[in-house]
């Protein structure tokens, strides 16, 4: 109300005006108590409604296909390749592994494992040891498909209930034998549909392990001339 009128009504006889009309421009305004708890309500509803469509936008994965490697596979955008000492060393082409990480690396969101051995000595047995396996207290074992082969999936998480490990390995007849290891938060509901999905992309290549140079004590054979 303008400082003027205020200052009228404030030198004003209330006899003189009618009782309707003084309460009218007198009375205080109160707050709608409903306002506020439908504003609040609104707010939450728009929260949650985007946190519902952020959790269900398809998950963006990109192929990864490493030099002398008999498998290519995919890991989710956003995840980097965690380079060491280690990977710098020339291997035998029996085996290898490969850490890729999501956020910094000294303090990671996740972390992605992704490692092959040939293990044509005792393959069948390493064969069993990843169909049965052992069972730590409180995780959950699953089929899981690394590609055309079916494997053993197993989720563990830790004391606390802020980390889950999940891990799948599958060997072939040939005694190849390939593992994945994902570490990531617990309360995540899509972190065991993301880990399938990178199984999933598995995809055989043609490989062969490169054959040891084979030492001899004959001489070369001379030319003739």
Not at 8 to 15: L, S, V
Not at 139 to 147: A, I, L, P
Request: glycine share 8%; aromatic share 8%.
């Amino acid at each position: 109300m303008p400082s003027g009128v205020m200052e009228h009504f404030a030198r004003a006889d209330p006899a003189d005006y009618p009782v309707g009309m003084w309460q009218e421009y007198t009375r205080e305004t109160p707050a709608r108590r409903g306002w506020g708890v439908a504003t609040a309500a609104l707010v939450l509803a728009g929260t949650t409604t985007l946190a519902w469509v952020m959790a269900r936008q398809p998950i963006t994965l990109r192929e990864e296909s490493l030099a002398n490697w008999p498998i290519s596979f995919s890991v989710p955008e956003g995840f980097a390749r965690l380079y060491d000492a280690a990977e710098a060393t020339i291997t035998s082409g029996e085996s290898d592994h490969v850490t890729f990480v999501l956020g910094h690396p000294r303090a990671p969101e996740a972390i992605l494992e992704v490692s092959y051995e040939l293990v044509i000595d005792g393959a069948g047995d390493r064969e069993s040891v990843v169909k049965e396996g052992t069972q730590p207290p409180g995780s959950e074992v699953s089929t899981v498909m690394m590609g055309t082969l079916e494997g053993r999936m197993k989720r563990q998480v830790d004391r606390g209930g802020r980390t889950v490990l999940l891990t799948a390995s599958a060997v072939t007849r040939d005694g190849l034998l390939i593992e994945f290891n994902y570490t990531g938060a617990a309360h995540d509901p899509h972190v065991a549909d993301r880990f399938r999905r990178i199984c999933e992309s598995v995809r055989f290549k043609e490989w062969s392990v490169p054959r040891p140079a084979v030492e001899t004590s004959r001489p070369p054979r001379r030319s003739r001339g």
